[in-house]
């Protein structure tokens, strides 16, 4: 019999710092019983054997339990400790060295017997953005009738249980004001509610998420999309991408998504609890007006995921060290931190071609010696007409260039 303690951490602490800290709880090592992956902890006059502590190793996200996702942002490491015989005696040593050796390394306890999770503070608390003009990433997810409803709905929990506990529906509804709660109408409520819903369910998340949207599986058919916002402020700590980016990447995979993309949008006013778009907030272009699909956007956004069709249309246009094979199909992400249109346009730093905008383009597609740089050849964007700059979606010209699947009667 043995008694199993888990330490999920964001920092590995270093052998000699792991020996240090031993050594203030009154502990010590046994060199000649400890191994490269364990240390023996012993205690006492007589060296008493205590407990083993395994040494920290790698883990990925999909190895961290839900319970310790919902309280520790960026769990990295494991340190494992046993107590080892049924002596009971030993047991609150290593307890109590695991809350020390958690608060040392940024962590949580998972007592494996009783499920109790212990930390102290929250580390998944965000900074409280003021009321006022804010930047946002917005995330689509763009899919075909079959990544719709009750499949996506739950796919959404279990991969933001997984991931992101923050962009679960707090609150939700197909209309405001958003009439049921996760908590208190559970998750089937939730599931139920998209599989009927013609249109949309909206929701509100937990900060640094804000809100989002998924797409009823009783709408018409088409390309839908899904939605999710996010402070940009927050996406500035790496921790918090890598969440989102999972979050992104698997959902995408999950629903077969067409395309998927998490761009930034200046200049958004942001209330306190919601966000909306007034005349100098930055246009954000809607790939699937009506269900008919577009192209892929007109100009180069942060993240990118794209469907095993579009993978075989792009994958020569992007430079290799920012792509990554993701499930079937692709992710493509440019820089760090979230960086928004004018930075990746900047960053591009070529003119290349480029779709002409307005009605001229309805006759001549051919790029003009002035044309600003693009992120993909122009025959796989759509070409928006900007001649009502009121118009918050403007109408799109279809791409020339798509997959055979995603083709209409354009």
Same mark, same amino acid.
């Not at 920092?11 to 800290?21: E, F, H, M, Q, T």
């Not at 407990?51 to 996200?61: D, H, K, S």
């Not at 290799?320 to 960086?339: I, K, Q, S, W």
């Not at 790029?367 to 050849?377: I, V």
């Given at each position: 019999?043995?008694?199993?303690?888990?330490?999920?951490?964001?920092?590995?602490?270093?052998?000699?710092?792991?020996?240090?800290?031993?050594?203030?709880?009154?502990?010590?090592?046994?060199?000649?019983?400890?191994?490269?992956?364990?240390?023996?902890?012993?205690?006492?006059?007589?060296?008493?054997?205590?407990?083993?502590?395994?040494?920290?190793?790698?883990?990925?996200?999909?190895?961290?339990?839900?319970?310790?996702?919902?309280?520790?942002?960026?769990?990295?490491?494991?340190?494992?400790?046993?107590?080892?015989?049924?002596?009971?005696?030993?047991?609150?040593?290593?307890?109590?060295?695991?809350?020390?050796?958690?608060?040392?390394?940024?962590?949580?306890?998972?007592?494996?017997?009783?499920?109790?999770?212990?930390?102290?503070?929250?580390?998944?608390?965000?900074?409280?953005?003021?009321?006022? $003009?804010?930047?946002?990433?917005?995330?689509?997810?763009?899919?075909?009738?079959?990544?719709?409803?009750?499949?996506?709905?739950?796919?959404?929990? /279990?991969?933001?249980?997984?991931?992101?506990?923050?962009?679960?529906?707090?609150?939700?509804?197909?209309?405001?004001?958003?009439?049921?709660?996760?908590? /208190?109408?559970?998750?089937?409520?939730?599931?139920?509610?998209?599989?009927?819903?013609?249109?949309?369910?909206?929701?509100?998340?937990?900060?640094?998420?804000?809100?989002?949207?998924?797409?009823?599986?009783?709408?018409?058919?088409?390309?839908?999309?899904?939605?999710?916002?996010?402070?940009?402020?927050?996406?500035?700590?790496?921790?918090?991408?890598?969440?989102?980016?999972?979050?992104?990447?698997?959902?995408?995979?999950?629903?077969?998504?067409?395309?998927?993309?998490?761009?930034?949008?200046?200049?958004?006013?942001?209330?306190?609890?919601?966000?909306?778009?007034?005349?100098?907030?930055?246009?954000? $272009?809607?790939?699937?007006?009506?269900?008919?699909?577009?192209?892929?956007?007109?100009?180069?956004?942060?993240?990118?995921?794209?469907?095993?069709?579009? $993978?075989?249309?792009?994958?020569?246009?992007?430079?290799?060290?920012?792509?990554?094979?993701?499930?079937?199909?692709?992710?493509?992400?440019?820089?760090?931190?979230?960086?928004?249109?004018?930075?990746?346009?900047?960053?591009?730093?070529?003119?290349?071609?480029?779709?002409?905008?307005?009605? /001229?383009?309805?006759?001549?597609?051919?790029?003009?010696?002035?044309?600003?740089?693009?992120?993909?050849?122009?025959?796989?964007?759509?070409?928006?007409?900007?001649?009502?700059?009121?118009?918050?979606?403007?109408?799109?010209?279809?791409?020339?260039?798509?997959?055979?699947?995603?083709?209409?009667?354009?």
């Amino acid at each position: 019999m043995s008694y199993d303690v888990q330490v999920f951490a964001q920092r590995a602490l270093s052998s000699d710092d792991v020996r240090i800290l031993l050594g203030d709880a009154g502990l010590r090592v046994d060199d000649e019983a400890s191994s490269a992956s364990s240390l023996t902890v012993v205690r006492g006059a007589q060296a008493r054997y205590s407990f083993t502590l395994g040494l920290p190793v790698p883990i990925e996200a999909e190895d961290v339990p839900e319970e310790v996702t919902a309280v520790l942002l960026g769990a990295a490491y494991l340190y494992e400790l046993m107590v080892e015989g049924s002596s009971a005696t030993e047991t609150p040593h290593a307890v109590r060295f695991a809350r020390r050796l958690a608060t040392a390394s940024d962590g949580v306890v998972v007592d494996q017997q009783s499920g109790e999770v212990w930390t102290r503070g929250k580390s998944r608390a965000v900074p409280v953005v003021q009321r006022g $003009t804010t930047d946002i990433v917005k995330v689509r997810w763009y899919v075909p009738p079959e990544g719709t409803g009750a499949h996506a709905a739950d796919a959404w929990l /279990s991969l933001a249980r997984r991931h992101l506990p923050e962009a679960l529906p707090r609150r939700f509804g197909p209309v405001e004001p958003l009439s049921m709660k996760l908590e /208190s109408d559970g998750a089937g409520a939730f599931v139920d509610a998209v599989a009927a819903e013609t249109m949309a369910v909206y929701y509100k998340g937990t900060a640094p998420c804000i809100e989002g949207s998924m797409a009823g599986g009783a709408g018409r058919p088409g390309v839908h999309s899904h939605g999710l916002s996010v402070h940009r402020g927050a996406l500035a700590d790496p921790r918090w991408r890598e969440a989102l980016r999972c979050l992104f990447v698997e959902f995408a995979v999950t629903t077969e998504a067409v395309y998927a993309s998490a761009e930034v949008a200046r200049g958004v006013e942001w209330s306190g609890r919601s966000v909306g778009y007034g005349p100098t907030a930055e246009r954000v $272009t809607y790939l699937a007006a009506r269900g008919t699909w577009a192209g892929l956007p007109p100009y180069p956004v942060w993240w990118s995921w794209f469907s095993p069709e579009y $993978t075989l249309l792009v994958r020569d246009h992007l430079p290799a060290d920012e792509v990554v094979d993701a499930g079937a199909g692709m992710f493509h992400g440019r820089g760090g931190e979230p960086l928004d249109r004018g930075q990746l346009t900047a960053a591009i730093g070529h003119p290349a071609e480029a779709p002409r905008r307005g009605l /001229s383009n309805l006759f001549s597609r051919r790029p003009t010696p002035t044309s600003p740089a693009t992120w993909l050849p122009a025959h796989l964007l759509p070409v928006v007409d900007e001649s009502d700059p009121r118009l918050h979606n403007p109408p799109l010209t279809p791409a020339m260039t798509m997959p055979d699947c995603l083709q209409s009667d354009h």
